[in-house]
C-alpha cells in the first residue's frame, strides 16, 4: 500500500528503537497522561450531567416552570392564553393559585407552599402525577377539602391517608375586634407522592376552588395559570416573545431554584477546567519529548536534506510522529472514559464504594448522562492540542542545517 513519504517515514519513528530511553519514557508518559486526562474528563463530566439532568428532573418537574397572571390592561385574556397554549416551547397550560401557607396535624406545625389546581386539566405526564405513592390527584374534587402531600411532611407532620391536617393562610385573614384572624380550614390526606427533594417537604396541592375559599380570593381576581415548559432553561426565551411581553406577568423557577443550577453549572465548568489541565501537562510532555527527538534526529534531518527533502516535508514527519501520541492518548482515554461511565456503578461497587448511598442514606446509583458532542469536543480537542505542541519541534527540525549537523559525521 502506498503512503506518502512524511507519514511512512513519521510512523517509522514511532516504533524505531531510540539510543536516548529517557525520550521513550516522556513519550509514554505523554500517551498515558492524554489517556488518563480525557478518560477523567469523559467520566467526570458524564457524572455531572447526569447530576445536573436527575435535578432537572426530580425539582424542576415538580416545580411550576412559570405562573402567569394576565395584565390589568388586557382586553381577551382568552386569546392571549390560546397563543400561550399554542407557542411551541409550551407543553401544557392550567389554571393555578399558589399561596405561602402552614400545615398543621396533631402533633407538628410546619410551612408549606399551597398550591391550588385543576385535576381535569392537570397533565397526566406530570412529575408528581406520575410518583404517587398512593392516592391521585383527581381525587381533589371541589368542595371536598381533600389534599396531597408530599412523603417527607407526612413523615415530619407523623400523617397518613385519612388524616385531617389543618391548613393557615394569611392571605386570607380577617381583622375581627381579637385582632387579625388567618383564614384556616381542615384538609383530609387523600394521597402522598415521592419525588426525591426538597420540594415533597414544603409542597401541597389541593383543588383550584378549595384554594380559593381558603384565601378568600376575590372573584374579580385575574385568575392565575401555570406553564408546562417542553425545556424549563428556554423559560427566558419564552418570556421574550412580544405577545407574552405585553399580555402576562410572570413568575418562573429561575426566581427559587435559579442559584442551585448556575452552580451546579459553574462547578462542572470548574472541574472540566482543572480535569482539563491534565491533559495539557501531557501535551507539554509531547512538546518535551518531541524536541530530545528532534536533537537525537539531527543527522538523519540533515541526510534527508541533503538528498532534496524538503522542508514541508519534514514538518509533516515530526508533526506526524507527535501527534500519533495525542491521537492514540484521545482515542484510547475516550473509549476507556466512555466504558468506565457506562459501568460506573458497577465498578463502585465492585471495589465496595458508593459515595452516594452513603451521602442519601438510601441505594441510589449514580447517574450518568453522555453528552455526545462534549465527549467528541474533548477527544477532538486534545487532539487539537497535541498538534500544537508538535509545530515548535517541527519547526525547529525544518531548520536544521545539513553543513553544521553533518560536520563531525
Same mark, same amino acid.
Given at each position: 500500500m502506498y503512503y506518502p513519504l512524511s507519514l511512512f517515514i513519521g510512523l517509522r519513528y514511532t516504533r524505531s528503537k531510540r539510543n536516548n530511553r529517557f525520550v521513550s519514557f516522556i513519550t509514554l508518559f505523554s500517551t498515558a497522561g492524554i489517556t488518563i486526562g480525557v478518560l477523567a474528563l469523559i467520566t467526570v463530566l458524564s457524572v455531572m450531567n447526569g447530576f445536573e439532568q436527575d435535578l432537572k428532573n426530580r425539582i424542576l418537574g415538580a416545580v411550576p416552570h412559570v405562573i402567569v397572571t394576565p395584565k390589568a390592561d388586557?382586553? !381577551?385574556?382568552?386569546?392571549?392564553? @390560546? %397563543?400561550? /397554549?399554542? !407557542?411551541?416551547?409550551? %407543553? %401544557?397550560?392550567?389554571?393555578?393559585?399558589? %399561596?405561602? *401557607?402552614?400545615?398543621?396535624?396533631k402533633s407538628q406545625i410546619q410551612g408549606a407552599q399551597l398550591q391550588g389546581i385543576d385535576p381535569s386539566s392537570y397533565p397526566q405526564w406530570d412529575?408528581?402525577?406520575? $410518583? #404517587?405513592?398512593?392516592? +391521585?390527584?383527581?381525587?381533589?374534587?371541589?368542595?371536598?377539602?381533600?389534599?396531597?402531600?408530599?412523603r417527607s411532611m407526612a413523615t415530619s407532620l407523623n400523617a397518613k391517608l385519612g388524616d385531617k391536617i389543618r391548613l393557615i393562610s394569611t392571605k386570607g385573614s380577617v381583622f375581627t375586634p381579637m385582632g387579625r384572624v388567618p383564614s384556616q380550614?381542615?384538609?383530609?390526606?387523600?394521597?402522598?407522592?415521592?419525588?426525591?427533594?426538597?420540594?415533597e417537604a414544603t409542597q401541597v396541592l389541593v383543588n383550584i376552588i378549595d384554594a380559593g375559599? @381558603?384565601?378568600r380570593l376575590s372573584a374579580s381576581a385575574p385568575m392565575q395559570h401555570r406553564v408546562f415548559v417542553n425545556d424549563p432553561f428556554s423559560v427566558n426565551e419564552l *418570556?421574550?416573545? =412580544?405577545?407574552?411581553? $405585553?399580555?402576562?406577568?410572570?413568575?418562573?423557577?429561575? /426566581? *427559587?431554584?435559579?442559584?442551585?443550577?448556575? *452552580?451546579?453549572? #459553574? =462547578?462542572?465548568? #470548574?472541574?472540566?477546567?482543572l480535569l482539563f489541565l491534565i491533559i495539557t501537562v501531557a501535551v507539554f510532555n509531547i512538546l518535551s519529548s518531541l524536541v #530530545?527527538?528532534? /536533537? =537525537?534526529?539531527?543527522? +538523519?534531518?540533515?541526510?534527508?536534506? /541533503?538528498?532534496?527533502m524538503n522542508r514541508p516535508t519534514i514538518v509533516q514527519i515530526f508533526v506526524i510522529q507527535g501527534a500519533w501520541t495525542g491521537v492514540l492518548g484521545a482515542i484510547a482515554g475516550g473509549l476507556l472514559g466512555i466504558l468506565l461511565a457506562a459501568n460506573l456503578n458497577e465498578f463502585m461497587s465492585l471495589i465496595g464504594l458508593n459515595l452516594l448511598a452513603q451521602a442519601s442514606g438510601g441505594a441510589r446509583l449514580l447517574p450518568v448522562l453522555f453528552d455526545w458532542s462534549q465527549i467528541a469536543a474533548i477527544i477532538f480537542g486534545a487532539i487539537a492540542l497535541s498538534l500544537l505542541a508538535t509545530l515548535y519541534p517541527a519547526f525547529r527540525a525544518a531548520n536544521v542545517k545539513p553543513a553544521e549537523a553533518l560536520r563531525y559525521e
Open positions: 388586557v382586553n !381577551d385574556v382568552d386569546t392571549s392564553l @390560546l %397563543a400561550l /397554549t399554542n !407557542d411551541p416551547l409550551v %407543553a %401544557a397550560v392550567t389554571p393555578f393559585l399558589q %399561596a405561602d *401557607a402552614m400545615v398543621q396535624s412529575v408528581i402525577r406520575q $410518583n #404517587m405513592i398512593i392516592g +391521585d390527584i383527581s381525587l381533589l374534587k371541589p368542595g371536598k377539602y381533600n389534599i396531597i402531600i408530599g380550614r381542615k384538609f383530609t390526606v387523600v394521597g402522598i407522592y415521592t419525588v426525591g427533594s426538597d420540594v375559599k @381558603l384565601v *418570556a421574550s416573545r =412580544e405577545y407574552f411581553i $405585553n399580555s402576562f406577568d410572570s413568575l418562573d423557577w429561575q /426566581t *427559587a431554584r435559579g442559584e442551585l443550577f448556575q *452552580a451546579v453549572r #459553574m =462547578e462542572k465548568n #470548574m472541574i472540566g477546567l #530530545m527527538l528532534v /536533537t =537525537e534526529k539531527e543527522t +538523519d534531518v540533515a541526510i534527508m536534506k /541533503t538528498l532534496g
